[in-house]
T-cell receptor, first 110, second 114 residues
């Protein structure tokens, strides 16, 4: 089993739609969780950190479920500019390594 | 956030040669990492660059092929040695300022080996 797993997609959604991505992780001792966005031919950039209580930033909401070992990202009112690959990143306890999921491709269609 | 300058941004190299990629950060950081990203794939960690000592390599990566230096807290280099077409990829420098905080990335080096 991979340490961090994501549905690769692509998710093709119309503008204005709500879309959700899930990411599962295998190490129950994992400490830190993040969502990154990567545009084509660009480096990954932090979208948001994921906190135990969940957090929201505008149209984006991230949640953590430690019992089931998954994190989620919800995008409301999708824009064309949201089209990108979304990477789930997990850092374990007692390790310095950041483990990346394979990424989920999102295409928002006009 | 850290500002990272990674050079070169791209290169086309002959097989059998070596390329050194530089990563410069505008502030002192705790951790520096080197990743590889092949087309359509996610990021694979090559190694952690340790200041003043040998890098820590992940399974499948060795020092002879990917020598890494980190002379101080703001600079690191990755060399891709004796290149073959299979080394064609994007190489990314990443830094973490403090433990358990987010990672930042350089712009990447797009390497093509012919």
């Amino acid at each position: 089993r991979k340490e961090v797993e994501q549905d690769p997609g692509p998710f093709n959604v119309p503008e204005g739609a709500t879309v959700a991505f899930n990411c599962t992780y295998s190490n129950s001792a994992s400490q830190s969780f993040f969502w990154y966005r990567q545009d084509c031919r660009k480096e990954p950039k932090l979208l948001m950190s994921v906190y135990s209580s969940g957090n929201e930033d505008g149209r984006f909401t991230a949640q953590l479920n430690r019992a089931s070992q998954y994190i989620s990202l919800l995008i409301r009112d999708s824009k064309l500019s949201d089209s990108a690959t979304y990477l789930c990143v997990v850092k374990g306890s007692g390790t310095y390594k950041y483990i990346f999921g394979t990424g989920t491709r999102l295409k928002v269609l006009a | 956030s850290a500002v990272i300058s990674q050079k070169p941004s791209r290169d086309i190299c002959q097989r059998g040669t070596s390329l050194t990629i530089q990563c410069q950060v505008d502030s002192q950081v705790t951790m520096m990492f080197w990743y590889r990203q092949q087309p359509g794939q996610s990021l694979t960690l090559i190694a952690t660059a340790n200041q003043g000592s040998e890098a820590t390599y992940e399974s499948g990566f060795v020092i002879d092929k990917f020598p890494i230096s980190r002379p101080n807290l703001t600079f690191s280099t990755l060399t891709v040695s004796n290149m073959s077409p299979e080394d064609s990829s994007i190489y990314l420098c990443s830094v973490v300022a403090r433990v358990n905080t987010e990672a930042f990335f350089g712009q990447g080096t797009r390497l093509t080996v012919v």
